[in-house]
């Protein structure tokens, strides 16, 4: 969608001017801005400097594209006040907080698109982000203290992620993704030190008949007849790469990505998956594996423990991404 699409533009150009400042939503913040696609719904401007959309609130302008679309333009470290206490949470190690303001805008820098009618999306999708409501004073202090801090390799900006628990390896990006990056600082550590997040040992009981939903263009196994559903290949951090499926009769295999999206993120935390039992009598599968997420980049659940333990924000960026460097803006 080009940007002469937008229908009702509340003043998405003119930002914040200097002049404007005073205490609340206003800054005198001057340099990059991003646009956040916050979603469908009704935006009422609250003042110059911010608005609200749903039950929240928001700093910067918002326009509306034809299709009802709320696109929130922001100064780009405004931004990051409101992405870093969503991502973790405030009562963590400044130095943890402070390796995920990095990332955050690292990863948000890569995503700016003059071609497309936003940046990144306000979820999961890219990352969390909850308005003025969200922020706090200890995620805000860690976003200024990094300000305009990026993480590099070689001199140009890295490609990062992180996750919640990498359940002690994290995955190389080019083995969790369809061309992901193989860049070395992306293949993948041991990591001993997210043992405290709640994911990092999981079990998820499933059953059967979700499980022969999930995969009904392939199974052809009566649910009383399904034998086993068995790893067959794990890839060098442990994570499942493909699964079989297994009856007297015959069977069917899966990749360990395929496997995970069809049967969910939430039921199937991460690929780190130690076993699978068939329970005929309950007529369930048992997953048992580690870790929550892709697994690619920092562990965050990781990064509280080495910040905990007084590790910098350097070291704790360059265990999970060896070989980078930190760039100030
Ligand atoms: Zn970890």
Not at 156 to 177: F, N, P
Not at 287 to 303: D, F, K, M, N, T
Request: charge should be neutral; aromatic fraction near 8%; proline fraction near 4%.
């Amino acid at each position: 969608m080009r940007r002469s699409q937008f229908l009702l533009a509340t003043g998405a150009a003119l930002g914040c001017l200097p002049r404007m400042a005073r205490a609340g939503a206003c800054s005198e913040d001057s340099g990059a801005s991003i646009r956040v696609l916050l979603g469908r719904g009704m935006a009422n401007r609250m003042d110059d400097c911010s608005f609200s959309f749903g039950t929240r609130t928001y700093r910067g302008t918002f326009a509306s594209t034809a299709d009802g679309e709320i696109v929130n333009t922001i100064p780009l470290e405004e931004y990051l006040y409101g992405v870093v206490p969503m991502e973790v949470p405030h009562s963590w190690p400044q130095a943890t907080l402070q390796s995920q303001a990095i990332l955050s805008r690292t990863f948000a820098l890569a995503r700016t698109n003059p071609a497309r009618y936003y940046d990144v999306v306000a979820s999961q999708g890219d990352q969390a982000y909850g308005g003025l409501d969200a922020e706090h004073p200890e995620t805000s202090a860690a976003v200024s203290a990094t300000g305009g801090q990026v993480l590099t390799f070689d001199g140009d900006q890295a490609t990062v992620a992180y996750m919640s628990c990498c359940g002690g390896h994290t995955e190389s990006a080019a083995e969790a993704w369809i061309g992901g990056s193989s860049a070395p600082y992306l293949r993948g550590v041991v990591c001993a030190y997210c043992a405290d997040a709640p994911d990092f040992q999981w079990q998820r009981d499933i059953p059967l008949g979700s499980a022969r939903n999930a995969f009904s263009d392939l199974w052809s196994i009566a649910n009383e007849d399904l034998r086993s559903v068995q790893i067959m290949s794990a890839d060098p951090s442990g994570r499942a790469r493909t699964i079989r499926f297994s009856s007297s009769a015959g069977g069917f295999e899966v990749s360990g990505r395929e496997f995970r999206r069809r049967l969910g993120a939430v039921a199937v935390r991460s690929l780190l998956i130690h076993s699978i039992q068939v329970d005929a009598a309950a007529a369930s599968l048992t997953i048992e594996g580690s870790g929550r997420g892709h697994g690619v980049g920092l562990c965050q659940w990781g990064a509280r423990a080495l910040g905990a333990a007084g590790h910098r924000v350097p070291d704790i960026l360059n265990f999970y991404f060896p070989g980078t460097a930190l760039r100030n803006g």
